[in-house]
């Protein structure tokens, strides 16, 4: 939990495929986060995660390649 929180100088961030856990509150306070890029997952795959939105308070920045 809280692996990136209070990281305020992150702006973006990839997540490789091989990732299948995201812990509760990982981003939170992350105040300039724009953008959250999961590769090979379906957004209602992130969705079904554990932890989701992770603490983002801006979902629209969390984006499936």
């Known amino acids: 939990m809280y692996a990136f929180a209070d990281c305020h100088n992150l702006i973006n961030i990839t997540i490789p495929s091989s990732i299948t856990l995201i812990s509760n509150y990982a981003f939170?306070?992350?105040?300039?986060?724009?953008?959250?890029?999961?590769?090979?997952?379906?957004?209602?795959?992130?969705?079904?995660?554990?932890?989701?939105?992770?603490?983002?308070?801006?979902?629209?920045?969390?984006?499936?390649e």
């Open 28 to 64: 939170e306070n992350c105040k300039h986060l724009k953008n959250v890029i999961i590769k090979g997952k379906t957004i209602d795959e992130v969705k079904a995660m554990k932890g989701y939105p992770f603490g983002i308070g801006d979902e629209s920045i969390i984006k499936c």
